[in-house]
């Protein structure tokens, strides 16, 4: 079956140390690739997808993420955590396999400190 | 309109009673999705509009559900005969077809009472 594992619940870091969320899932073939983030009182927001090619995606806000093919992840990263960084996090997948599902993780919520 | 809006924002009502949910995507966007996400929960997909057709209605969870479509504009959620594990923030995004960035309306928090 098809799904997404966020093995994190919460994280806490401090201001200006790095991050990576993990997102594991398990899909019939390779699948599009998401990070959203979901701030207090807003709307989900894009971080970054990955459809092909280069297995590293920038996206926005400075945040990166790997498609490890080997070990079904596609963890993000960010060098150097801000306080406005402080959100809920969702790995998602979908948009192959002949299905039009997106199925996303249970989320990761991040506490900065500062 | 500058974003996907969902009306109305927060909706309480009784066990049995019929909800509708309203979801205007931004104008040109001819894909649109349904989610529902439970306290502390993931989203978790409803339904998948091209248009006004709806390609998958699998994670629609029962009879109770349904949801249509007016051309490539307005989108509404009904559910009837509401139960309280309906309860659910029920958020809609749309986009320019389907694999395109998903952009998300702010949510209808549904308390069922």
């Known amino acids: 079956a098809q799904s997404v594992t966020q093995p994190d619940i919460h994280i806490t870091v401090s201001e200006g140390a790095s991050l990576e969320l993990r997102c594991n899932y398990s899909?019939?073939?390779?699948?599009?690739l998401f990070w959203y983030v979901q701030s207090p009182g807003q709307g989900l927001q894009l971080l970054l997808k990955y459809f092909s090619g280069d297995t590293l995606v920038q996206g926005i806000k400075g945040f990166e993420a790997e498609f490890k093919r080997s070990q079904s992840s596609f963890n993000l990263r960010k060098p150097s955590v801000h306080w406005s960084d402080a959100a809920e996090y969702f790995c998602?997948?979908?948009?192959?396999?002949?299905?039009?599902?997106?199925?996303f993780g249970t989320g990761t919520r991040l506490k900065v400190l500062a | 309109g500058a974003g996907v809006s969902q009306s109305p924002s927060n909706k309480v009502t009784e066990k049995g009673k019929d909800v509708e949910l309203r979801c205007d995507p931004i104008s040109g966007h001819t894909a649109l999705y349904w989610y529902r996400q439970r306290l502390g929960q993931g989203l978790e997909f409803l339904i998948y509009?091209?248009?006004?057709?709806?390609?998958?209605k699998s994670g629609l969870p029962s009879d109770r559900f349904s949801a249509e479509r007016t051309g490539e504009s307005v989108s509404t959620l009904t559910i009837q005969r509401t139960q309280q594990e309906d309860s659910a923030v029920y958020l809609c995004?749309?986009?320019?077809?389907?694999?395109?960035?998903?952009?998300f309306g702010p949510g209808t928090r549904l308390l069922v009472l």
């Open positions: 899909y019939g073939a390779t699948p599009y």
């Open positions: 995004a749309s986009s320019r077809g389907f694999g395109e960035t998903q952009y």
């Open positions: 998602a997948v979908g948009g192959t396999s002949g299905t039009y599902k997106y199925i």
């Open positions: 509009f091209q248009g006004n057709s709806a390609p998958d």
